[in-house]
Nanobody
Framework: QVQLVESGGGLVQAGGSLRLSCAAS????????MGWFRQAPGTEREFVAV????????YYANSVKGRFTISRDNAKNTVYLQMNSLKPEDTAVYYC????????????????WGQGTQVTVSS
């Protein structure tokens, strides 16, 4: 089992920045690719970003490319999502997920999920 706990969400004005963190415990963190997803009210969960087990490969949804950066610190068992130039349409609950493969995360599948953290961007 892998336990994931997100933090760092909050209320920010459009154009502002937030950094989300996802702390993992349980199994060996570096054995898992990590991803961020989001879900706005009344919508399906959507993929945001994924990072490989080593951190050398990242992939982003077109809607966040150039504004968001995913990173990880395997020594701290933590994955981050730096969000800049935030827009009201970025408002959602953000979830992190873990899976042995990046490919699974990119299609929305993950073995383990956190409980989510709310991000609200005001206009």
């Amino acid at each position: 089992q892998v336990q994931l706990v997100e933090s760092g969400g909050g209320l920010v004005q459009a154009g502002g920045s937030l950094r989300l963190s996802c702390a993992a415990s349980g199994r060996t963190f570096s054995n898992y690719a990590m991803g961020w997803f989001r879900q706005a009210p009344g919508t399906e969960r959507e993929f945001v970003a994924v990072i490989s087990r080593s951190g050398s490969i990242t992939y982003y949804a077109n809607s966040v490319k150039g504004r968001f950066t995913i990173s990880r610190d395997n020594a701290k068992n933590t994955v981050y999502l730096q969000m800049n130039s935030l827009k009201p349409e970025d408002t959602a609950v953000y979830y992190c997920a873990a899976d042995p493969t990046s490919a699974s995360l990119r299609v929305g599948r993950g073995d383990y999920w956190g409980q989510g953290t709310q991000v609200t961007v005001s206009s």
